[in-house]
């Protein structure tokens, strides 16, 4: 698998393109192609949710609080679920930048919210945290998980995945930017899969969509 996921990466080299995998029954981390980091787009609207989240746990606010038009969890499902950017402002507010950098640290993560900039293993540990229940309650990430379930847009990594397969996602596109961040589980297994990708532009996003296809049924077919 590691030899086809690098054999596609080396034959799509006008692209950018990170990809990291995490095994989560042993936390295994493999990284292909470019580490750095790139501007996360909506994949860190999910970083986001899971700060409002422990606000909420910590007994600092509310999902019930107003915030702007609705309630703040229905921002946050706004947010994941329909990658709204008014939404996420709200929540970005809510929380507060620096104590939203602040939490990212405290899970290992640098983010800095000005720049929006993640790389995709950092990407990779928030969902694999977040899977695991090591960021929030068993109630709060049965709910931020099942936003991430039929999006509004599934044309990325999901459309590569197979019956049987259950896909946790969150996408990207901000100008040359696109993003697919997972955790794909099946049976007993669960793994996080993660592919930032920078282009020239959006006209090559279908041509970078047949990447994540191609990378996507490599994993599938290695790993399920």
Same mark, same amino acid.
């Given at each position: 698998?590691?030899? *086809?996921?690098?054999?596609?990466?080396?034959?799509?080299?006008?692209?950018?393109?990170?990809?990291?995998?995490?095994?989560?029954?042993? +936390?295994?981390? &493999?990284?292909?192609?470019?580490?750095?980091?790139? *501007?996360?787009?909506?994949?860190?609207?999910?970083?986001?949710?899971?700060?409002?989240? &422990?606000?909420? #746990?910590?007994? *600092?606010?509310?999902?019930?609080?107003?915030? +702007?038009?609705?309630?703040? =969890?229905?921002?946050?499902?706004?947010?994941?679920? *329909?990658?709204?950017?008014?939404?996420?402002?709200?929540?970005?507010?809510?929380? +507060?930048?620096?104590?939203?950098?602040?939490?990212?640290?405290?899970? =290992?993560?640098?983010?800095?919210?000005?720049?929006?900039?993640?790389?995709?293993?950092?990407?990779?540990?928030?969902?694999?945290?977040?899977?695991?229940?090591?960021?929030?309650?068993?109630?709060?990430?049965?709910?931020?998980?099942?936003?991430?379930?039929?999006?509004?847009? #599934?044309?990325?990594?999901?459309?590569?995945?197979?019956? +049987?397969?259950?896909?946790? &996602?969150?996408? =990207?596109?901000?100008?040359?930017?696109?993003?697919?961040?997972?955790?794909?589980? =099946?049976?007993?297994?669960?793994?996080?899969?993660?592919?930032?990708?920078?282009?020239?532009?959006?006209?090559?996003?279908?041509?970078?969509?047949?990447?994540?296809?191609?990378?996507?049924?490599?994993?599938?077919?290695?790993?399920?």
């Amino acid at each position: 698998m590691d030899a *086809e996921i690098n054999g596609i990466l080396d034959a799509n080299s006008q692209y950018q393109i990170g990809v990291t995998l995490i095994d989560l029954s042993n +936390g295994s981390s &493999h990284q292909y192609g470019v580490q750095a980091p790139f *501007e996360a787009a909506s994949t860190a609207k999910v970083l986001a949710a899971a700060a409002y989240y &422990h606000l909420v #746990e910590v007994g *600092e606010v509310s999902l019930d609080d107003p915030l +702007g038009d609705y309630t703040s =969890g229905l921002q946050i499902k706004d947010m994941i679920q *329909e990658s709204d950017n008014e939404s996420w402002s709200l929540i970005m507010d809510a929380v +507060g930048y620096s104590e939203l950098q602040a939490y990212a640290a405290s899970i =290992g993560v640098g983010y800095d919210p000005l720049n929006n900039t993640l790389t995709p293993s950092e990407m990779a540990s928030i969902l694999a945290d977040l899977y695991t229940g090591k960021l929030l309650n068993q109630q709060d990430t049965a709910q931020l998980l099942s936003y991430m379930q039929n999006t509004n847009y #599934e044309s990325l990594i999901p459309a590569a995945v197979p019956a +049987g397969i259950t896909v946790f &996602h969150k996408y =990207g596109l901000l100008d040359d930017e696109l993003h697919d961040a997972s955790v794909l589980t =099946g049976g007993t297994s669960s793994y996080v899969f993660v592919v930032y990708t920078k282009g020239q532009n959006e006209s090559d996003i279908p041509a970078r969509t047949e990447v994540f296809h191609q990378l996507t049924q490599a994993v599938v077919t290695g790993l399920f």
